[in-house]
């Protein structure tokens, strides 16, 4: 029997996710879905837009925000902010959990660093507040800009 890959599952789940509250499936919907599914680049909306718009060229930056906003509404997608340029999207892992991100080409990376339960008892026992949600980003620069710059 062949297992499903992450990505195809992650993809499926999205899709019937959609189809269950009466969206409408577009194939430019469906592009949008899989490269969430798939990447692991945390893609802007303007990075989603450019590469749907290779295969369909009808495609609005408009339809690309609105799907991306159906999808956080959602909970299947991640929005993270930097404050600036364009937000970046995770619907790969749309939930709390550790980025490290290049201060010089602004590539996000996910960080495996085990449960953060433990830091959000955590900080909920010191502070007394009810913790409903976290952000971890590290900050420094990836391996590909060190070698480039020598560094």
Request: glycine residues 8%.
């Amino acid at each position: 029997m062949k297992t499903q890959s992450y990505s195809q599952k992650r993809f499926d789940d999205l899709l019937s996710r959609l189809r269950a509250r009466k969206h409408r499936i577009t194939p430019q919907r469906i592009a949008l879905l899989r490269l969430l599914s798939e990447s692991t680049e945390h893609p802007s909306a303007s990075a989603i837009f450019a590469d749907i718009k290779k295969r369909y060229p009808s495609t609005s930056l408009a339809t690309v925000y609105k799907t991306l906003s159906v999808l956080k509404e959602m909970g299947e997608v991640m929005e993270l902010g930097f404050g600036e340029g364009d937000n970046r999207y995770d619907g790969k892992r749309p939930f709390p959990h550790p980025h490290l991100v290049c201060l010089r080409c602004r590539r996000i990376v996910d960080l495996d660093i085990g449960s953060m339960k433990n830091l959000e008892r955590e900080a909920a026992r010191g502070s007394g507040f009810k913790i409903l949600g976290h952000r971890l980003d590290f900050y420094g620069v990836c391996p590909e800009c060190r070698s480039r710059a020598g560094s």
